[in-house]
Nanobody, 121 residues
Framework: QVQLVESGGGLVQAGGSLRLSCAAS????????MGWYRQAPGKQRELVAS???????NYADSVKGRFTISRDNAENTVYLQMNSLKPEDTAVYYC???????????????WGPGTQVTVSS
């Protein structure tokens, strides 16, 4: 059973910083990409940032220059450093891994349960 465990969410004032972490409970056979999504109340889930095994990154325009995604391939862990946080960053943040958990499995998306990030003005 694959589980993604997120940590690092919380309440912070505008302009502050938080660092999210996501660790997989198993060693994946292969990973295509890891990333973070977020969902604010009444809105659709959206991509925040993603990173491939090769290190290529992709960011939502709204977080470029403020957020940095990184990963530890050996530990199957992904991080999201969030600086200069704004009230509009308030959302539940979800960790995502796209890959194969076992040699025989098909590539698919795996999701964490989410961690709340609240930015007060």
């Amino acid at each position: 059973q694959v589980q993604l465990v997120e940590s690092g969410g919380g309440l912070v004032q505008a302009g502050g910083s938080l660092r999210l972490s996501c660790a997989a409970s198993v060693k994946f056979f292969s990973i295509n990409a890891m990333g973070w999504y977020r969902q604010a109340p009444g809105k659709q889930r959206e991509l925040v940032a993603s990173i491939t095994t090769g290190g290529s990154t992709n960011y939502a325009d709204s977080v470029k220059g403020r957020f940095t995604i990184s990963r530890d391939n050996a530990e199957n862990t992904v991080y999201l450093q969030m600086n200069s946080l704004k009230p509009e960053d308030t959302a539940v943040y979800y960790c995502n891994v796209n890959g194969r958990a076992t040699r025989w499995g098909l590539p698919r998306d795996y999701w964490g349960p989410g961690t709340q990030v609240t930015v007060s003005s």
